[in-house]
């Protein structure tokens, strides 16, 4: 089982540029998510899915776009680069119930300069 | 207030020592409560789950007071492979967890 998985690892962006940050889940968990963490900071919750078509804003959304097509992938995409949205990404997944714990991909490092 | 308050340390302790993490958390209707370790530039990984009526993972104790929103860690017997930043979760309802900004722990020979 590779997990959460999540790519690029790294990736430098240029203000205004657009990308696409990819997750993918064999674990069969219906529900994903997506977090950023900030140097010294607990992580923030972007957007979540419960379940492939249907998606939610978390805490801080703007910015930020996702889909949700099937039970596996759940993409983060980013229209327009700000500095701002320099930090590291993290995609998490789970099974339904609030005593459900989150598994986490090993993040993506992203740079806007 | 913070939703998830938690002492960011640093915490250094010699190999052996007991330590201790506090955790308080705002929001009165959170339904569960995780503690988990990040290693430095690395991903958040389920240390335990905490129960209302106190866990034990081998070296690893966790308490929760609902009461008082209050959440501990107790690490006992700590190894060098405890050094890490321990993130208090608190789950708010569906599925929405926040984190608290961790407590750095370092152990030392």
């Known amino acids: 089982n590779a997990g959460v998985t999540q790519t690029p690892k790294f990736r430098i962006l240029k203000i205004g540029q657009s990308m696409t940050l990819q997750c993918t889940q064999d674990m069969n968990h219906n529900y994903m998510y997506w977090y950023r963490q900030d140097p010294g900071m607990g992580l923030k919750l972007i957007y979540y899915s419960v379940g492939a078509g249907i998606t939610d804003k978390g805490e801080v959304p703007n910015g930020y776009n996702v889909s949700r097509s099937t039970t596996e992938d759940f993409p983060l995409r980013l229209e327009l680069a700000a500095p701002s949205q320099t930090s590291v990404y993290f995609c998490a997944s789970s099974y339904p119930g609030t005593n459900q714990p989150q598994h986490f991909g090993d993040g993506t490092r992203l740079s806007i300069l | ?109």
Do not use: H
């Open chain 2, 1 to 109: 207030r913070k939703e998830v308050e938690q002492d960011p340390g640093p915490f250094n302790v010699p190999e052996g020592a007991t330590v201790a993490f506090n955790c308080t958390y705002s929001n009165s209707a959170s339904q569960s409560f995780f503690w988990y370790r990040q290693d430095c530039r690395k991903e958040p990984k389920l240390l335990m789950s905490v129960y209302s009526s106190g866990n034990e993972d081998g070296r690893f104790t966790a308490q929760l007071n609902r009461a008082s929103q209050y959440i501990s860690l107790l690490i006992r017997d700590s190894k060098l492979s405890d050094s890490a930043t321990y993130l208090c979760v608190v789950n708010i309802g569906a599925n929405d967890m926040r984190f608290g900004a961790g407590t750095r722990l370092t152990v030392k020979p």
